[in-house]
């Protein structure tokens, strides 16, 4: 009973925690290339707390008018002043040149539709692509969001990486739960045999004492 409570509660915590929480989804596009190219696999964590600058985030694009869960990387948050002059070959972040070494061919201004400057409101988000000559995220919804930025609140995973200690140690107590539950039936179904088995060899009740009982019975009558 010990090794299927085991096994069970094994299988039930990696696979809730592991996959439900933590699933796999493949990246439709190639706009966030080339960390993420069309077709990989990515691991969002659905019980983050919060995120940060550098994140990649699944959302749901609401705010910008579709019915869809997206995926960008967070560049500014909340309070931040994120901005792009034509001609600069970086964007700024707080009035500083930000270093984004994720972006493809290390051209972060690349299809810029021109000049922006974006005081990110609390409790939101500046999202863009890494392929930004091919990503239609922040600066493209300027008319249907405040500054093209999205709520915290519409973040429904962080990006996790697959080889994450916490993901491993989730996903493997599946197979190890289940050889648990395995091993606890074939433990089970072995102790029910033997108890048969037992019952099947044992003498049947009463036999022996009736003999003993008549023995008592005759040395009462000789007396």
């Not at 439900?20 to 706009?31: C, G, I």
């Not at 869809?68 to 972040?93: F, K, Q």
């Amino acid at each position: 009973m010990a090794l299927l409570v085991s096994g069970g509660m094994l299988t039930c915590v990696g696979g809730l925690g592991g996959y439900f929480f933590m699933p796999t989804r493949v990246m439709p596009s190639n706009h966030m290339r080339p960390s993420h190219p069309a077709g990989g696999s990515m691991v969002f964590n659905l019980l983050v707390a919060g995120v940060d600058r550098g994140d990649v985030v699944l959302f749901d694009a609401a705010a910008w008018g579709e019915r869809s869960l997206a995926v960008e990387r967070v560049v500014a948050v909340g309070g931040d002043r994120i901005a792009y002059t034509p001609g600069d070959r970086t964007l700024t972040l707080n009035g500083e040149p930000l270093d984004e070494p994720y972006v493809l061919d290390g051209d972060p201004v690349v299809g810029s539709p021109g000049a922006f400057d974006v005081t990110v409101p609390a409790d939101r988000l500046f999202l863009l692509g890494d392929t930004r000559g091919n990503s239609a995220d922040s600066r493209y919804r300027f008319q249907e969001s405040e500054g093209g930025t999205v709520p915290l609140s519409a973040v429904k995973g962080a990006l996790i990486d697959e080889d994450d200690p916490l993901v491993v140690g989730l996903r493997s107590a599946v197979p190890a739960g289940g050889g648990l539950l395995l091993l606890g039936a074939v433990s089970g179904f072995a102790a029910m045999r033997s108890r048969r088995r037992a019952v099947s060899v044992a003498p049947p009740s009463g036999e022996g004492r009736g003999a003993d009982d008549e023995g008592m019975t005759g040395v009462v009558a000789r007396g």
